[in-house]
């Protein structure tokens, strides 16, 4: 039914040249969602945030550089939005003078919407006239959240005042929106996938340290709550990080420190427990990583051959005795 009544919708706009036929036919997909684009102030991260009752959202929706700003595209989403968003930030436009100028270049600008948050903050988002209802937005101070196809019309205003509202990391604020939209009602039609996308304030020139977080919900019954608990994974996977490198730099008392900060936000994850024993071997304290180990071996044998692959390497410091006693348990 639903796809019944978009058709006739789309029909009816082409009919009367309201709207092209290349804008409406064309290529471009459909990606009615609540999303939020901001910068924090402080580190001067940027990122996008989005939900949607639509497969893979964040493909086609959630745009980001680092040093150059962030863009979410949505409704019937003109996907060449994004790049070119970025492009126009490059030159040194502001978000709102790149708003407008991709917006009056655009055909299909009834059925768009579009928000930019641009590297110093500035911000500006676009609501097409025949955008599905509920939709709206809000362009605060660093932020804007936008939304379409709602089954309330507070969904947006209510995302406005959870991000202002809220404290910490941007990633977990940009979640904080989202929640906030969801207990509003969200999309009328559901729940599927989302997004999330952090790039740094600042460009270094290479793309795997300025894009901070990209995590994605394909396809989920509750994508929102799933995300998070990616976020959550992700954090903790920051400590592993570091953890791995102190242990290249032979700095075993920080690794622990990094490995048991991960444990201690997933205690059932082998990966976690093992590299926290490890830690512990290497620091002298074997007699507490033996229990780590038996639990860890008993649950997958292949733990205790990795282990075995260690110290030729250097990533297990113990004697042969020791070493003989922790593929014992």
């Known amino acids: 039914m639903k796809k019944i009544t978009i058709l006739i919708y789309l029909y009816c706009a082409f009919v009367s040249n309201e709207i092209s036929a290349q ?55 003109n996907p060449s939005f994004g790049q070119r968003g970025l492009e126009l930030l490059k030159t040194g436009k502001t978000a709102q003078e790149v708003v407008d100028e991709l917006i009056a270049s655009d055909e299909g600008r009834d059925v768009r919407q579009l928000a930019i948050v641009d590297s110093k903050g500035n911000s500006a988002s676009y609501t097409g006239s025949k955008c599905i209802d509920a939709a709206g937005n809000i362009a605060g101070d660093g932020y804007s959240v936008q939304a379409n196809m709602m089954l309330n019309n507070t969904v947006w205003g209510a995302m406005s005042k959870a991000f202002e509202n809220s404290k910490g990391p941007l990633a977990e604020r940009l979640i904080t929106a989202l929640e906030a939209a969801q207990k509003e009602g969200g999309d009328i039609r559901g729940k599927q996938s989302a997004c999330l996308l952090v790039v740094k304030g600042k460009a270094t020139g290479n793309l795997w340290e ?31 990080n570091k ?75 113990v004697t042969d005795e020791i070493l003989n006693e922790i593929l014992a348990q």
């Open 210 to 240: 300025d894009r901070l977080i990209d995590l994605r919900v394909e396809d989920d019954p509750d994508p929102i709550v799933e995300i998070k608990r990616l976020l959550k994974v992700y954090r903790a996977y920051e400590h592993m």
């Open 243 to 317: 953890g791995d490198l102190a242990t290249e730099k032979g700095d075993m008392k920080l690794a622990m420190d990094e490995y048991n900060a991960a444990m201690k936000m997933f205690p059932e994850n082998l990966e976690m427990k093992y590299w926290t024993a490890i830690s512990l071997a290497n620091t002298g304290e074997v007699e507490k990583s033996l229990p780590m180990f038996k639990e860890i071996f008993a649950a997958d044998v292949n733990w205790k051959e990795l282990t075995k692959r260690l110290p030729p390497v250097g990533l297990l410091i």
């Open 23 to 77: 804008s409406i036919f064309g290529s471009e997909p459909l990606a009615h969602t609540f999303s939020i684009v901001a910068r924090d102030p402080q580190t001067g991260e940027m990122g996008v945030a989005v939900q949607s009752h639509w497969f893979s959202v964040g493909s086609l929706v959630a745009w980001g550089e680092a040093g150059v700003g962030v863009v979410a595209t949505q409704s019937f989403v």
